[in-house]
């Protein structure tokens, strides 16, 4: 597509719950990255994915977060057993290579009450 | 580790005038570094970006950028302000010897008034 896609926009779900975020890279970009931005702050680092593989996973703040990307374009973010302390927007971009900048998508807001 | 620094969480400027937005960053290695801005209720754009080369870098709506390496900054900068250029602006660092992973900054508030 002609840019990254990200659904669902928002999301609301109940504390303890499982969920899924997707992102749908732009096309040839190897390169997917996911960030979450909570109120005010920077985008903090979670995972990047060169091709199918995790190749940097070191900013997944527990084993509570996972994500997937089985075949090198969509990629999946999961969080099980979701806490309040989840709430924030989780972004996605790509890029083509170590030295383009990062297309974004308009992010998921996750919301758990 | 490599880390940003935006020493200015707001900058308010008149219509006209130059504007500069501050980023100092840390990194182990040689740094790509690159700037991006957020307009309310829109994602993440992209602006500029300094990879090597010339320490001057150009970059989307007459914004450009000023490497200095013996300071160890990225000012962004715009010799003439326009209301439109009010949004969050985040500086990033990318460390050329770790890989992918771009570290961002806090965010700096840029506010022109006409």
């Known amino acids: 597509g002609a840019g990254v896609s990200q659904t669902p926009s928002n999301k609301v779900t109940e504390k303890g719950k499982y969920v899924e975020l997707r992102c749908d890279p732009i096309?040839?970009?190897?390169?997917l990255y996911w960030y979450r931005q909570s109120l005010g702050q920077g985008p903090e680092f979670l995972i990047y994915f060169q091709g199918t593989g995790a190749a940097d996973d070191s900013g997944l703040p527990n084993d509570r977060f996972f994500a997937v990307r089985p075949e090198g374009s969509v990629s999946t973010l999961k969080i099980q057993r979701t806490e309040r302390g989840d709430s924030a927007v989780y972004l996605c971009?790509?890029?083509?290579?170590?030295?383009?900048?990062?297309?974004f998508g308009s992010g998921t807001r996750l919301t758990v009450v | 580790a490599q880390s940003v620094a935006q020493p200015e969480d707001q900058v308010n400027v008149a219509e006209g005038n130059p504007l500069t937005v501050k980023c100092t960053y840390s990194?182990?290695?040689?740094?790509?570094l690159f700037w991006y801005v957020q307009y309310p209720n829109r994602g993440l754009q992209f602006l500029l970006k300094y990879i090597t080369g010339d320490n001057l870098v150009k970059g989307s709506y007459g914004f450009e950028a000023e490497f200095n390496k013996s300071q160890t900054s990225f000012h962004l900068k715009k010799p003439s302000a326009l209301v439109s250029d009010s949004a969050l602006y985040f500086c990033a660092v990318r460390d050329t010897t770790g890989g992918f992973k771009t570290i961002f900054g806090a965010g700096t508030r840029l506010f022109v008034k006409a």
């Open positions: 096309s040839g970009h190897t390169a």
């Open positions: 971009a790509s890029s083509r290579d170590r030295v383009d900048g990062y297309t």
């Open positions: 990194v182990s290695g040689n740094p790509y």
